[in-house]
């Protein structure tokens, strides 16, 4: 992995307005991502977890510029993608893909599958002969056999139509790919073939990956690093191992307390958090996190927290972990 930053963010907003209210006559804002700053390293794969809701898939979506974003800046490799030309944009989306949820409302069930895996070649006027290799080859990197090219998404298992998802997005061969949620509509006994088929390519490819997901025993499996996301705040970011065996923040405590373990005697216990999440038109002051904070004090409900470093590689934005900080704040 390389240490060269691939993809950056700084102070990233989306926030979506909905229709004045019929009662107070005011438009609501939903702060989906909220003042958001990652760097993503060239060959890693940064695991994005949070609850259902949280703005992970609506941050996945902003750095690829398919939603506007309300305020900051995209950074892929030197260039700003959120102030370059659409005509430029669509030159870079051959380097920026993304793996849907759902492979089966993703596939078009009126195409072949040789016909979806095209589909992005012809956008980019790919010469017919080049593009029939292409598809092959891409098919066995998938491991689905040719033959298959010229049948219906119906006709194939949930497993096999998301193999069919990553051979369309690695298609174009991109260097940068968020993963939404790519497993979450699979099997248990599918998911770790498509996990190890996904790492695999990763490192034939050379790709970079955002994992986005709401399982954390799959991100602990396939990620480099985690950020833990809240209410659309990055909360608490650091190398998977060092997460696992060592969460700062409260909330990921208890996410991590909700992983299922296989012995029942292993005396873990799960953290069941109490209170009530804000309500996302009406944010309360300081932390977001305090209504739910077991460790909650006076601080907590005026101030906001920052993301800060407290040890090396290991950031996390709470008061309890202030006193700790050893330098400069903000990633």
């Not at 909220?34 to 949280?54: A, H, P, Q, T």
């Not at 089966?104 to 599958?113: A, F």
């Not at 309500?279 to 209504?291: E, I, L, R």
Request: aromatic share 6%; glycine share 6%; proline share 5%.
């Amino acid at each position: 992995m390389s240490e060269d930053i691939i993809i950056r963010t700084d102070g990233l907003m989306t926030w979506f307005t909905e229709k004045n209210n019929i009662f107070t006559g005011q438009a609501s804002v939903v702060k989906a991502v909220d003042d958001v700053s990652l760097k993503i390293r060239e060959g890693e794969s940064l695991g994005l977890v949070g609850e259902s809701g949280c703005g992970k898939s609506t941050l996945g979506r902003t750095i690829l510029n398919l939603i506007p974003a309300t305020e900051g800046k995209v950074f892929y490799r030197d260039e700003n993608l959120l102030e370059i030309s659409n005509k430029k944009m669509h030159e870079m989306r051959r380097k920026l893909q993304l793996i849907f949820q759902d492979p089966y409302s993703s596939l078009n069930p009126r195409m072949t599958i040789r016909e979806s895996i095209e589909a992005p070649l012809k956008v980019y006027h790919v010469n017919k002969r080049i593009m029939k290799d292409k598809v092959s080859s891409m098919m066995q990197d998938v491991g689905l056999n040719e033959k298959y090219l010229d049948r219906f998404p119906h006709e194939f298992s949930g497993g096999q139509r998301q193999r069919i998802m990553i051979a369309r997005a690695l298609i174009l061969e991109p260097e940068f790919v968020v993963c939404d949620e790519p497993v979450s509509a699979l099997d248990v006994s599918v998911r770790a073939q498509v996990l190890n088929l996904m790492r695999d390519l990763q490192i034939r490819k050379n790709l970079t990956y955002l994992f986005i997901s709401h399982d954390l025993s799959v991100v602990q499996y396939i990620s480099d690093r985690v950020a833990v996301m809240y209410l659309g705040e990055i909360i608490e970011l650091a190398e998977t191992e060092e997460i696992f065996r060592n969460p700062l923040h409260p909330y990921t405590e208890a996410l991590i307390s909700a992983i299922p373990v296989p012995d029942v005697d292993s005396g873990r216990s799960r953290i069941h958090l109490q209170g009530d999440v804000p309500d996302v038109y009406n944010m309360p002051a300081g932390c977001k996190f305090h209504t739910r904070c077991p460790y909650c004090i006076e601080r907590c409900r005026s101030e906001k927290p920052l993301l800060r470093e407290i040890s090396d590689g290991h950031f996390a934005a709470c008061h309890k972990c202030d006193q700790a900080a050893g330098t400069t704040a903000v990633l």
